[in-house]
Protein backbone atom coordinates (compact mmCIF):
# COMPACT_ATOMS: atom_id res chain seq x y z
CA UNK A 1 0.00 0.00 0.00
CA UNK A 2 1.41 3.50 -0.75
CA UNK A 3 0.97 6.39 1.23
CA UNK A 4 0.02 10.10 -0.44
CA UNK A 5 1.23 12.86 0.82
CA UNK A 6 -1.98 14.13 1.95
CA UNK A 7 -2.14 11.45 4.41
CA UNK A 8 0.85 12.79 6.56
CA UNK A 9 -0.48 14.09 9.57
CA UNK A 10 0.19 17.63 10.25
CA UNK A 11 2.30 18.47 13.93
CA UNK A 12 -0.04 19.71 16.17
CA UNK A 13 0.91 23.81 17.01
CA UNK A 14 2.66 23.40 20.42
CA UNK A 15 2.87 27.16 20.19
CA UNK A 16 -0.37 27.75 20.18
CA UNK A 17 -1.40 28.42 24.31
CA UNK A 18 -5.37 29.41 23.44
CA UNK A 19 -7.71 28.35 20.59
CA UNK A 20 -11.14 29.16 19.59
CA UNK A 21 -12.21 27.14 16.88
CA UNK A 22 -15.23 27.11 14.31
CA UNK A 23 -17.11 29.12 17.13
CA UNK A 24 -20.63 30.31 16.86
CA UNK A 25 -22.28 32.71 19.66
CA UNK A 26 -26.14 33.45 19.05
CA UNK A 27 -28.23 35.60 21.89
CA UNK A 28 -31.33 34.68 21.04
CA UNK A 29 -31.89 35.26 17.03
CA UNK A 30 -29.01 36.90 16.69
CA UNK A 31 -25.73 35.51 15.47
CA UNK A 32 -22.88 37.58 17.29
CA UNK A 33 -19.76 35.55 16.53
CA UNK A 34 -20.18 32.89 13.15
CA UNK A 35 -17.44 30.10 13.25
CA UNK A 36 -14.54 32.06 14.25
CA UNK A 37 -11.14 30.53 14.69
CA UNK A 38 -8.47 32.53 16.63
CA UNK A 39 -5.01 31.17 18.16
CA UNK A 40 -3.14 33.19 21.18
CA UNK A 41 0.50 31.60 20.86
CA UNK A 42 2.45 31.22 24.07
CA UNK A 43 4.03 34.26 25.10
CA UNK A 44 2.29 36.49 22.02
CA UNK A 45 0.43 39.66 22.10
CA UNK A 46 -2.81 39.10 19.67
CA UNK A 47 -4.57 42.22 18.53
CA UNK A 48 -8.06 41.87 18.05
CA UNK A 49 -9.66 44.50 16.17
CA UNK A 50 -12.76 45.78 14.23
CA UNK A 51 -15.72 48.38 14.50
CA UNK A 52 -18.82 48.46 17.30
CA UNK A 53 -20.78 44.99 17.72
CA UNK A 54 -18.70 43.10 15.70
CA UNK A 55 -17.98 40.49 18.39
CA UNK A 56 -15.12 41.40 20.06
CA UNK A 57 -16.46 41.51 23.45
CA UNK A 58 -18.68 38.50 22.78
CA UNK A 59 -15.40 36.36 22.02
CA UNK A 60 -13.54 37.35 24.98
CA UNK A 61 -16.37 36.23 27.10
CA UNK A 62 -16.80 33.11 25.57
CA UNK A 63 -13.04 32.60 25.90
CA UNK A 64 -13.44 33.19 29.83
CA UNK A 65 -16.58 31.17 30.63
CA UNK A 66 -18.81 34.28 30.35
CA UNK A 67 -21.03 32.71 27.31
CA UNK A 68 -21.54 29.55 25.98
CA UNK A 69 -20.86 28.76 22.82
CA UNK A 70 -23.53 27.14 20.36
CA UNK A 71 -20.77 25.41 18.52
CA UNK A 72 -17.09 25.28 18.23
CA UNK A 73 -14.26 24.57 20.68
CA UNK A 74 -12.05 26.53 22.69
CA UNK A 75 -9.03 24.81 24.23
CA UNK A 76 -6.35 26.12 26.49
CA UNK A 77 -2.91 24.74 27.38
CA UNK A 78 -3.66 21.58 25.55
CA UNK A 79 -7.77 21.08 27.24
CA UNK A 80 -11.03 21.63 25.79
CA UNK A 81 -12.83 24.13 28.19
CA UNK A 82 -15.34 25.04 26.18
CA UNK A 83 -17.90 24.45 28.71
CA UNK A 84 -15.73 24.97 31.71
CA UNK A 85 -17.08 27.37 34.22
CA UNK A 86 -15.59 30.35 34.95
CA UNK A 87 -13.58 29.81 37.68
CA UNK A 88 -12.03 27.24 36.74
CA UNK A 89 -10.77 28.91 33.79
CA UNK A 90 -9.14 31.58 35.52
CA UNK A 91 -7.68 28.97 37.81
CA UNK A 92 -5.92 27.16 35.01
CA UNK A 93 -4.79 30.67 33.99
CA UNK A 94 -6.82 32.68 31.57
CA UNK A 95 -7.93 36.09 33.17
CA UNK A 96 -10.37 38.76 31.54
CA UNK A 97 -10.35 42.31 32.44
CA UNK A 98 -13.68 43.31 31.05
CA UNK A 99 -14.81 46.60 29.26
CA UNK A 100 -15.97 49.38 32.57
CA UNK A 101 -13.04 47.62 34.57
CA UNK A 102 -14.89 45.50 37.24
CA UNK A 103 -13.47 46.48 39.90
CA UNK A 104 -15.86 46.67 43.17
CA UNK A 105 -15.87 50.63 43.64
CA UNK A 106 -16.97 50.28 47.61
CA UNK A 107 -14.08 48.14 48.43
CA UNK A 108 -10.74 49.14 49.33
CA UNK A 109 -7.98 48.92 47.07
CA UNK A 110 -6.41 46.12 49.57
CA UNK A 111 -9.62 44.41 49.57
CA UNK A 112 -10.18 44.08 45.88
CA UNK A 113 -6.94 42.45 45.55
CA UNK A 114 -7.40 39.97 48.76
CA UNK A 115 -10.78 39.28 46.80
CA UNK A 116 -9.20 38.08 44.27
CA UNK A 117 -7.29 35.40 46.06
CA UNK A 118 -7.96 31.88 47.24
CA UNK A 119 -9.30 31.95 50.89
CA UNK A 120 -6.29 30.04 52.39
CA UNK A 121 -3.90 32.46 54.33
CA UNK A 122 -1.29 31.45 53.53
CA UNK A 123 -2.08 32.80 49.90
CA UNK A 124 -3.13 35.65 50.42
CA UNK A 125 -0.07 37.72 49.51
CA UNK A 126 -0.74 40.89 47.22
CA UNK A 127 2.68 41.25 47.54
CA UNK A 128 3.35 40.38 43.71
CA UNK A 129 0.48 42.82 42.49
CA UNK A 130 2.16 45.59 44.17
CA UNK A 131 5.20 44.87 42.94
CA UNK A 132 4.06 44.97 39.62
CA UNK A 133 1.36 48.04 39.97
CA UNK A 134 3.69 50.07 42.42
CA UNK A 135 1.48 53.12 42.52
CA UNK A 136 -0.90 50.92 44.32
CA UNK A 137 0.80 50.74 46.85
CA UNK A 138 0.32 53.85 48.32
CA UNK A 139 -3.48 53.58 47.81
CA UNK A 140 -4.36 50.34 49.88
CA UNK A 141 -6.75 51.94 52.25
CA UNK A 142 -8.68 54.03 49.48
CA UNK A 143 -11.75 52.81 48.02
CA UNK A 144 -11.28 51.81 44.39
CA UNK A 145 -14.60 54.31 43.30
CA UNK A 146 -12.92 57.52 45.00
CA UNK A 147 -9.75 56.92 42.30
CA UNK A 148 -9.33 58.22 39.02
CA UNK A 149 -10.27 55.97 35.72
CA UNK A 150 -6.64 55.25 35.01
CA UNK A 151 -6.26 54.18 38.67
CA UNK A 152 -9.21 51.52 38.58
CA UNK A 153 -7.74 50.36 35.15
CA UNK A 154 -4.57 50.03 37.33
CA UNK A 155 -6.34 47.93 39.90
CA UNK A 156 -8.31 45.81 37.49
CA UNK A 157 -4.99 44.66 35.65
CA UNK A 158 -3.29 44.07 39.15
CA UNK A 159 -6.16 42.21 40.15
CA UNK A 160 -5.69 39.95 37.21
CA UNK A 161 -1.95 39.56 37.69
CA UNK A 162 -2.90 37.88 40.90
CA UNK A 163 -4.12 34.98 39.56
CA UNK A 164 -1.10 34.24 37.82
CA UNK A 165 -1.99 33.90 34.71
CA UNK A 166 -0.95 32.71 31.30
CA UNK A 167 -3.23 34.35 29.05
CA UNK A 168 -4.99 38.58 30.39
CA UNK A 169 -7.89 39.19 27.88
CA UNK A 170 -8.00 43.15 27.60
CA UNK A 171 -11.22 44.35 27.10
CA UNK A 172 -10.92 47.98 25.54
CA UNK A 173 -8.51 48.94 29.11
CA UNK A 174 -7.55 52.50 27.34
CA UNK A 175 -11.83 53.32 26.84
CA UNK A 176 -12.24 56.94 28.25
CA UNK A 177 -9.05 57.73 29.16
CA UNK A 178 -6.22 60.82 28.70
CA UNK A 179 -3.93 60.74 25.98
CA UNK A 180 -0.97 60.21 29.30
CA UNK A 181 -2.84 58.28 31.10
CA UNK A 182 -3.42 55.43 27.62
CA UNK A 183 0.58 55.39 27.71
CA UNK A 184 0.87 54.26 31.36
CA UNK A 185 -1.49 51.85 31.06
CA UNK A 186 0.24 50.73 27.81
CA UNK A 187 3.40 50.69 29.26
CA UNK A 188 1.69 48.52 31.88
CA UNK A 189 0.54 45.74 29.56
CA UNK A 190 3.32 45.86 27.53
CA UNK A 191 5.88 45.20 30.91
CA UNK A 192 2.91 42.32 31.39
CA UNK A 193 3.98 40.57 27.95
CA UNK A 194 7.76 41.57 28.35
CA UNK A 195 7.27 39.19 31.41
CA UNK A 196 5.80 36.01 29.07
CA UNK A 197 2.33 36.42 29.48
CA UNK A 198 -0.25 35.97 26.73
CA UNK A 199 -2.14 38.92 25.81
CA UNK A 200 -5.57 39.00 23.64
CA UNK A 201 -5.86 42.54 23.23
CA UNK A 202 -9.43 44.11 22.27
CA UNK A 203 -8.32 47.81 21.86
CA UNK A 204 -9.69 51.27 19.88
CA UNK A 205 -6.23 52.87 19.36
CA UNK A 206 -5.24 50.41 16.64
CA UNK A 207 -1.80 52.05 16.09
CA UNK A 208 -0.90 51.50 19.58
CA UNK A 209 -1.92 47.77 19.75
CA UNK A 210 -0.55 46.94 16.42
CA UNK A 211 2.62 47.89 17.67
CA UNK A 212 2.46 45.96 21.15
CA UNK A 213 0.95 42.90 18.90
CA UNK A 214 2.71 40.04 16.97
CA UNK A 215 -0.54 38.76 15.87
CA UNK A 216 -3.86 40.73 14.39
CA UNK A 217 -7.40 39.72 13.49
CA UNK A 218 -10.36 41.60 12.25
CA UNK A 219 -13.40 40.69 13.33
CA UNK A 220 -16.48 42.46 11.43
CA UNK A 221 -20.42 41.71 11.82
CA UNK A 222 -19.20 38.53 13.77
CA UNK A 223 -16.64 37.07 11.35
CA UNK A 224 -12.97 37.26 10.56
CA UNK A 225 -12.00 39.36 8.21
CA UNK A 226 -8.26 39.34 8.77
CA UNK A 227 -5.54 36.97 10.61
CA UNK A 228 -2.04 37.12 10.30
CA UNK A 229 1.18 39.19 11.38
CA UNK A 230 0.56 43.06 12.90
CA UNK A 231 3.02 44.31 11.02
CA UNK A 232 1.23 43.18 7.92
CA UNK A 233 -2.12 45.40 9.24
CA UNK A 234 -2.06 49.15 8.89
CA UNK A 235 -4.22 51.42 10.43
CA UNK A 236 -5.61 52.58 7.01
CA UNK A 237 -5.42 49.04 5.38
CA UNK A 238 -7.99 48.15 8.70
CA UNK A 239 -10.36 51.28 8.20
CA UNK A 240 -10.04 50.96 3.96
CA UNK A 241 -9.81 47.06 2.95
CA UNK A 242 -11.68 45.37 6.07
CA UNK A 243 -14.44 48.37 7.72
CA UNK A 244 -14.93 50.05 3.89
CA UNK A 245 -14.27 53.21 5.38
CA UNK A 246 -12.59 55.77 2.81
CA UNK A 247 -8.97 57.34 4.37
N1 LIG B 1 -26.45 40.48 25.90
C1 LIG B 1 -26.74 40.65 24.59
N2 LIG B 1 -27.98 40.38 24.12
C2 LIG B 1 -28.27 40.53 22.81
N3 LIG B 1 -27.39 40.93 21.89
C3 LIG B 1 -26.14 41.22 22.30
C4 LIG B 1 -25.75 41.09 23.66
N4 LIG B 1 -24.43 41.44 23.77
C5 LIG B 1 -24.03 41.76 22.51
N5 LIG B 1 -25.06 41.63 21.64
C6 LIG B 1 -24.99 41.86 20.18
O1 LIG B 1 -23.97 41.03 19.65
C7 LIG B 1 -23.21 41.73 18.67
C8 LIG B 1 -21.74 41.74 19.10
O2 LIG B 1 -21.60 42.56 20.26
P1 LIG B 1 -20.21 42.72 21.03
O3 LIG B 1 -20.45 43.56 22.23
O4 LIG B 1 -19.58 41.41 21.20
O5 LIG B 1 -19.35 43.55 19.94
P2 LIG B 1 -18.04 44.41 20.14
O6 LIG B 1 -17.24 44.18 18.91
O7 LIG B 1 -17.41 44.11 21.43
O8 LIG B 1 -18.60 45.89 20.12
P3 LIG B 1 -18.22 47.17 21.04
O9 LIG B 1 -16.94 47.66 20.48
O10 LIG B 1 -19.37 48.10 20.78
O11 LIG B 1 -18.12 46.70 22.45
C9 LIG B 1 -23.83 43.10 18.55
O12 LIG B 1 -24.72 43.09 17.47
C10 LIG B 1 -24.56 43.29 19.86
O13 LIG B 1 -25.67 44.12 19.69
Known amino acids: MTTS ?8 DT ?3 LT ?3 VTVAYGQ ?3 LRDVSLTVRRGSVTALLGPNGAGKTTLLRAVAGLQRPRSGRITFDGATITTRPVHARVRAGVCLVPEGRGVFRNLTVRENLLAQLPRSPRSRDIGPALEAFPDLAGRLSQAAGTMSGGQQQMLALARCYLS ?11 MG ?5 VDQIFDSIGRLAAQGISLLLVEQYVDRALDLADH ?3 LNRGEIAFAGAARDLSREALLADYLGVEV
Open 30 to 32: QVA
Open 177 to 181: LAPLV
Open 5 to 12: SAAVPTAP
Open 20 to 22: VDG
Open 164 to 174: NPSVILLDEVS
Open 15 to 17: DAL
Open 216 to 218: AYV
